[in-house]
């Protein structure tokens, strides 16, 4: 079973930058789709910005210009740089990939607080 580590999370102020990393158990991330999510308290979890085995990415209106989706296949990580970093950014992030026939996974999640 596939198991994903989000590390990078934290507190930091209003126009800051975060870099959030995912890291996977197997070498998963060069041919298949993933992408990180958020989910602030009270709301559905959302999508923020999603990277193809080809290497498309899109971004949510939200975050499109601030962040980065970024792949490296050779530490089989994925990150997520965050730049201009609003409050209405905190929420809780999660790396997820989808694996032909067994769906998708999940890591725990990563915490990140934007202050104002």
């Known amino acids: 079973q596939v198991q994903l580590v989000e590390s990078g999370g934290g507190l930091v102020q209003a126009g800051g930058s975060l870099r959030l990393s995912c890291a996977a158990s197997?070498?998963?991330?060069?041919?298949?789709?993933m992408g990180w999510y958020r989910q602030a308290p009270g709301k559905q979890r959302e999508l923020v910005a999603a990277?193809?085995?080809?290497?498309?990415?899109n971004y949510a209106d939200s975050v499109n210009g601030r962040f980065t989706i970024l792949r490296n296949i050779a530490k089989n990580t994925v990150s997520l740089q965050m730049n201009n970093l609003k409050p209405e950014d905190t929420a809780v992030y999660y790396c997820?990939?989808?694996?032909?026939?067994?769906?998708?996974?999940w890591g725990q999640g990563t915490q990140v607080t934007v202050s104002s």
């Open positions: 997820a990939v989808d694996l032909i026939k067994l769906g998708r996974y």
């Open positions: 197997e070498r998963v991330f060069s041919s298949n789709p």
């Open positions: 990277i193809t085995s080809r290497g498309s990415t």
